[in-house]
DNA sequence: ATGCACCCTCCCCCCGGGGGAGGGTCCAGG
DNA sequence: CCTGGACCCTCCCCCGGGGGGAGGGTGCAT
């Protein structure tokens, strides 16, 4: 069992809590080389030295960094670039729990036995011209993309004629990656960087409001999909969103709105 | 593509963000059927009374709540047993919080350049009779089994000789699964309930002090075990945590101590 | 009647593990 | 030196919750 301060895999698993059968897969992928492999049996021997890297791998796949990343840890020689590895995987943690913290807080409403009725509206918007930022963004993103399209957008502007807007490709959320687009109405749209003219085509709107932060917004959709079908509509090209009241305007979550606007067309009933 | 209100699968998706594939997969399973199969197509439908549940079901997912629990919860008709099997799956969630902040704090030390060297002893322990309560225990439900064997222990031992302790079986971390025992000395061991007397064996510990809570208490015991490897030593049964100091005696955790004893044996060289 | 978007099933892949079969190796005791 | 048992090896299949893509049928507007 004992080669001179050697250890057989099972006596490393013992020492690193991890199980001999993850040891084994480790050395698959390259994350932890045994110090030796005897050649004609293959057994594998691990040094007392492995036994921190063993921890780190630990650690991290406890944080769920995938096995790639892992070795992409271990590999940077520099204790900085490690670091600032592991910083990045902990932010989007951190945005996962953010998505986690939303999930409960449309659940809590989804539950409620009592769902107050939704106020729709149905709209006819004509053609309008307006500043955009525009470009493909997978949904892990949008949120990051939308903060430095809008920051870009703002300082473009000089006399917005309305509330910011985006339009929201579906291809976003069945696919998880679609074309968004942020646009701020104005009378002569500028041309700066990605700010750029785009004219929106003219579109009739199921229009509701939904009030407070986005933690439960995609319950207000679900509420807004139920009345476009209860009133024999159909879907048509990409949602709108405009901020009435929102972060720029006000700290207070609960004062802020917004429209949501779903493209319809009057299904010919049959 | 509409009959009478009646959604295919595409435009259902669109209302409720969920991928066709997805509503394929939850209708095979039974969580989410289409109102209407067309018998001779196979032609999905659903209608909008259906887009609420199918929004219970996709914020389910989001917390990682399984498929047959997922179902589990949506099959409880009363609200009141909904509620708690959702409340029963956030403690979970909670609980993986717990041990994620508890990976971040160990990485934190364990990619600290400057490790300072450990203080281990070894020590020859004899044999001693012992209150204890013991079972097999998942490694999931260690902490809570914890707590309700010490209270039992607590409440049955009058004068103990010495502080509190527990054996972990190796098998815990190896398989997640395996024997526990925590003990307190006394002059008389009582049998209580689940307390009995039990005689501890003589065994020769590699003994080392880990300082502050739990939460890196891992890289304590990998520090251990490198030493353990370095003085030519083999592991040799249950590890045997004494608490010196815990929170039944503080509630300022950096002034805890757990002492952490690895029974070995010395390895013949060859 | 034709085009085309939509829908169907079926199979394989992903990740990071676990279970188990079938067989070789190491080593202490006799 | 032999034997038994603990240990180790590889290989294949399974899990859950999806995604990709092939190959083929349907619904419906023009």
Redesign the interface.
């Known amino acids: ?5 050697v ?1 057989a895999i099972g ?1 490393f ?5 991890l ?2 059968r993850t040891l084994r897969r480790y050395h698959d992928a390259g994350l932890l080389e045994p110090a030796i492999v005897d050649a004609a049996s293959g057994y594998r021997y691990y ?3 492995q ?2 890297t ?3 791998i ?3 796949r ?2 769920d960094v995938p096995l790639p990343d892992v070795q992409r840890i271990l590999r940077s020689p520099d ?1 900085g670039a ?2 600032a590895l ?1 910083a990045d995987h ?1 932010r989007r ?1 951190e945005a996962e ?1 953010d ?2 913290r939303a ?2 807080v ?2 809590r409403r ?2 409620q ?1 009592a ?1 107050p009725p939704l106020d729709v509206e149905l709209r006819a918007v004509p053609a309008t011209t307006v500043a955009a930022v525009e470009d493909d963004v997978a949904l892990d993103d949008v949120l990051a993309w939308y903060a430095g399209a809008t920051a870009e957008l703002d300082a473009a502007v000089d006399a917005p004629t309305g509330p910011p807007g985006g339009l929201y490709d ?1 291809a976003l ?3 998880g990656r679609g074309h968004v687009l942020v646009h701020r109405p104005t009378a002569a749209p500028p041309r700066v960087g990605r700010v750029h003219p785009v004219t929106l085509p003219a579109v009739e709107l199921a229009v509701t409001t939904h009030a407070g932060d986005h933690d439960d917004i ?2 207000t ?2 509420q807004l ?2 009345w ?3 009133n ?1 509509l ?2 048509a090209g990409p949602v709108r969103e405009t901020y009435l009241v929102g972060p720029r305007d006000t700290t207070d979550p609960t004062t802020w709105r917004t429209e949501i606007g779903w493209p319809v067309f009057r ?1 010919t ?2």
């Open positions: 069992m004992h080669r001179g301060g250890l006596e698993s013992r020492l690193t809590h199980s001999v040094t007392a030295e036994i921190p063993a921890q780190v630990h650690r991290l406890e944080l204790p490690r670091a592991v902990l943690l729990l998505r986690t999930a409960v449309s659940l989804l539950l036995p769902q579906n959320f069945e696919d995609a319950v959709y679900g999909g139920s476009v079908v209860a024999a159909a879907v299904v009933d049959r």
